[in-house]
């Protein structure tokens, strides 16, 4: 990913998940998320072990070759190799954000003359607001990773420091340890809080993402 492209996924997310002043819980750009996604897709490129999969322990699980080979399609595509193309081509998540930050940058100039990371912070939000079918399947791919990155372990490079854990509520993963049977069956302290920013965040999810929570 260039430094370019790097700015662009920075200024997206900010706009996908704003902080502060916006919002005062930490938003994407206070998490890292763009740096995450970046990491991700790069998973390859370097010398340690991919950052795929976390480690209890630290680190990261090594994968196995099959394990390797299906992280390195969807991540690198098929490359026009033989054991990628088993079942036809495959477009990788690089090459769909490379695309897509490009896509972005089009649209923007084609409305007010300036690359998206560029733009004042109501063209950007005008931009995504007017997003044509191809567009919005780049936003929804990235709105995805977004929120996996700032909502998820932050061994993966962005919820630094749990922060985005904290207003949810949820102390974070607890394994091996678990939950005791009472943990489980009563509601925490402030739970009824934490389901209705849970239910905010959900209802601004696309609905391709499958998190949205059911009615009760």
């Not at 990628?84 to 990788?92: D, I, S």
């Not at 609905?207 to 009760?216: M, T």
Request: proline content about 9%.
């Amino acid at each position: 990913m260039t430094g370019h492209d790097l700015r662009t996924l920075r200024a997206l997310t900010a706009r996908l998940l704003p902080g502060p002043p916006e919002d005062p819980d930490p938003g994407a750009l206070e998490a890292g998320a763009a740096e995450a996604i970046a990491r991700l897709v790069e998973a390859f490129t370097g010398p340690e072990e991919p950052p795929i999969h976390a480690a209890l322990a630290g680190g990261f699980v090594p994968l196995d070759t099959v394990a390797e080979l299906g992280w390195r399609m969807r991540l690198e595509g098929s490359l026009g190799l033989p054991e990628r193309e088993f079942a036809g081509p495959v477009t990788g998540l690089a090459q769909r954000l490379t695309d897509g930050l490009a896509l972005l940058d089009r649209r923007t100039r084609e409305a007010c003359g300036a690359a998206f990371v560029d733009a004042p912070t109501v063209e950007q939000d005008a931009v995504l607001d007017a997003a044509d079918d191809e567009l919005q399947e780049f936003i929804s791919v990235t709105l995805t990773l977004t929120l996996e990155v700032v909502y998820g372990p932050s061994q993966y490079g962005g919820n630094r420091d749990g922060a985005s854990w904290q207003p949810l509520g949820w102390p974070g993963f607890t394994q091996p340890r678990g939950f005791t049977p009472q943990q489980v069956s009563e509601p925490d302290a402030g739970a009824t809080a934490s389901r209705e920013v849970v239910s905010e965040l959900s209802s601004k999810l696309p609905d391709e993402a499958g998190w949205r929570l059911q009615p009760d």
